[in-house]
């Protein structure tokens, strides 16, 4: 691979073109075998691959914007909102991964999940590269699910009236906002944030 980083991916908002000749799947890939599989990405990936969108995420989308939660993120989503009993420290992804299909089966009444599966897919995804920076200067966007918009705000952190971290409001209030974990990863026909829980959308 070719390719030389310019700045970290924490680095005040600027691209990381480190994985810039990598598709959405194989930085995944490859952020999961740096990562180790505490804070891998072998969830996200199932439910890509149950939801028939392999092609789109590698390489037939054209710019996008992705947020991908890692295993540990869905790990304690399911936890906090979605009922999970099992550990997150460290999560089993396969245990968590089951869970989740047993609530999408619930959501399908015994049904075809793929569908519900699909809108909580889109609902991580935006039509248009977008930057950290640029998605705060938004303050909001659709996402390719369409069901709800997600706003972008600074929120203050701690006691200090300037030490603000960016996060992802979403419109659905029964779940939490969600803050980035890394920012601003350029991929092919995109950029990517790894963001630290899964966003919810609407699926009744």
Do not use: W
Not at 24 to 51: H, M, Q, R, V, Y
Not at 97 to 113: E, P, R
């Amino acid at each position: 691979r070719s390719g030389k980083s310019k700045t970290n991916a924490f680095n005040h908002g600027k691209i990381n073109n480190k994985y810039a000749d990598y598709t959405a799947l194989e930085l995944l890939e490859a952020l999961t075998d740096k990562a180790g599989p505490n804070k891998g990405f072998s969830i996200l990936a199932a439910l890509i691959e149950g939801a028939e969108l392999e092609g789109e995420v590698n390489g037939g989308l054209e710019d996008f914007t992705l947020f991908a939660p890692n295993d540990q993120a869905f790990c304690r989503t399911a936890k906090n909102d979605l009922e999970y009993e099992g550990s997150c420290d460290p999560p089993d992804a396969e245990d968590v991964l089951a869970h989740y299909v047993a609530v999408l089966d619930l959501v399908a009444d015994g049904g075809d999940i793929v569908a519900p599966l699909t809108a909580i897919l889109s609902y991580h995804a935006a039509l248009g590269e977008m930057t950290v920076k640029k998605l705060r200067k938004y303050g909001i966007f659709t996402t390719l699910c369409e069901c709800f918009e997600i706003a972008v705000k600074k929120v203050k952190k701690g006691r200090h009236k300037k030490n603000k971290i960016t996060k992802l409001i979403d419109d659905g209030p029964k779940y939490p906002n969600i803050d980035f974990r890394q920012q601003n990863v350029k991929v092919i026909g995109g950029i990517v944030h790894v963001i630290k829980g899964v966003l919810i959308p609407p699926l009744d």
